[in-house]
Every structure is written in structure tokens, then in C-alpha cells.
Nanobody, 123 residues
Framework: QVQLVESGGGLVQAGGSLRLSCAAS????????MGWFRQTPGKARELIAG????????NYADSVKGRFTISRESAKNTVYLQMNTLNVEDTAVYYC????????????????WGQGTQVIVSS
């Protein structure tokens, strides 16, 4: 069982930055691929970024490439999402996910989901 707790969301002006954190419980953090999704009312859920269990492979949605960076810190059982040059279209609830399979993370089939953290970007 893995529990995920996101933090770092909030209100930011367009052009600003935020860093989201996702703390994972358990001793097997290094065996889980991780990812970040976001969802806005009326829109489909979107995979923003994924990272393999080793951290060597990452992937990003086209909408955030060059602006967002996913990383993980094993010593803290934490995955991060650094978000730069934010725009109003980035407003959403952001969810952290985990699964032993990187493929499942990338195809929205991750086993574990956090409760989400709200990001609001004002113009």
C-alpha cells in the first residue's frame, strides 16, 4: 500500500513558478514509477509528466514541455514537479500517481493516486 500526499499548490500570477511535491509512504519508493496528472472541470484528465522508478526516463505532455520538470528524491520518498512560466491554462487540480509499472503511469492506469492539490494561475 502506498499513500501519496501532494503539497505546494496555490495561487500564482501568470509567468510565475510553483513547485509541487508528492510525499510517498512506504519503503519501496524506488520500485515505483511516478507521475503527475491534472484535471480541470469540463476537460479530460491530462498526464503532465512521468518518471520511471530509476529516474532515468521521463516524459511530458506537449503542453508543458520546456516549462515543467519532474524529478524524484529517493532519500525523501518524494517526487517533484517544478512548474515555470505558468499561464492561466495551467489552472487545474494536480494529482500525483504511483505504480510499479511506468507504462501504467503513462496510460492513466496507475494504482495509487493522491488527493490532489489546486493550482490557480491568475492573469
Amino acid at each position: 500500500q502506498v499513500q501519496l500526499v501532494e503539497s505546494g499548490g496555490g495561487l500564482v500570477q501568470a509567468g510565475g513558478s510553483l513547485r509541487l511535491s508528492c510525499a510517498a509512504s512506504g519503503r519501496t519508493f524506488n520500485t515505483y514509477a511516478m507521475g503527475w496528472f491534472r484535471q480541470t472541470p469540463g476537460k479530460a484528465r491530462e498526464l503532465i509528466a512521468g518518471i520511471s522508478s530509476s529516474g532515468t526516463d521521463t516524459n511530458y505532455a506537449d503542453s508543458v514541455k520546456g516549462r515543467f520538470t519532474i524529478s524524484r528524491e529517493s532519500a525523501k520518498n518524494t517526487v517533484y514537479l517544478q512548474m515555470n512560466t505558468l499561464n492561466v491554462e495551467d489552472t487545474a487540480v494536480y494529482y500525483c500517481v504511483a505504480d510499479p509499472s511506468y507504462v501504467k503511469v503513462r496510460f492513466e492506469a496507475a494504482q495509487y493516486w493522491g488527493q490532489g492539490t489546486q493550482v490557480i494561475v491568475s492573469s
